[in-house]
């Protein structure tokens, strides 16, 4: 699936299952939710902290996935709403990103 039919088929997906956006403040407040959750799986699964049980520690990488599908979601949401084309957006980031770091992260001794 393209970014630009995702973009297609969560709208449809409002506007039929979900009967509407919510509106963009809520959204972003979502979308802070979201993000919170896959930080706190990633905490877990690649930082220091502990799982509370060994379910919650074998069933995490499913999680992950789902969790950072719902960010995704929320944030084509936002997109839509925004009427931005988020294909456009990556491309147009991608290439400001090529050209403001063409050698800084080749140069980083960190990166090494």
């Known amino acids: 699936m393209t970014i630009k039919e995702a ?3 969560v709208d449809q997906w409002i506007n039929s299952i979900g009967v509407r956006y919510y509106n963009e ?5 979502i979308l802070t939710e979201e993000v919170g959750e896959v930080a706190r799986l990633m905490a877990r ?3 220091e902290q502990s799982f509370k049980t060994e379910e919650q520690k074998q069933n995490a990488p499913a999680e992950l996935a789902d969790e950072m599908a719902d960010v995704l979601f929320v944030l084509i949401c936002l997109a839509n709403q925004t009427g931005i084309d988020l ?5 147009k980031n991608l290439d400001k990103k090529t050209k403001r770091d063409a050698d800084r992260h080749a140069n980083n001794e960190k990166l090494k």
Do not use: E, H
């Open 7 to 9: 973009q297609t088929i």
């Open 25 to 29: 403040l809520t959204n972003t407040a």
């Open 45 to 47: 699964l690649y930082g």
């Open 87 to 91: 294909t456009d957006a990556l491309r």
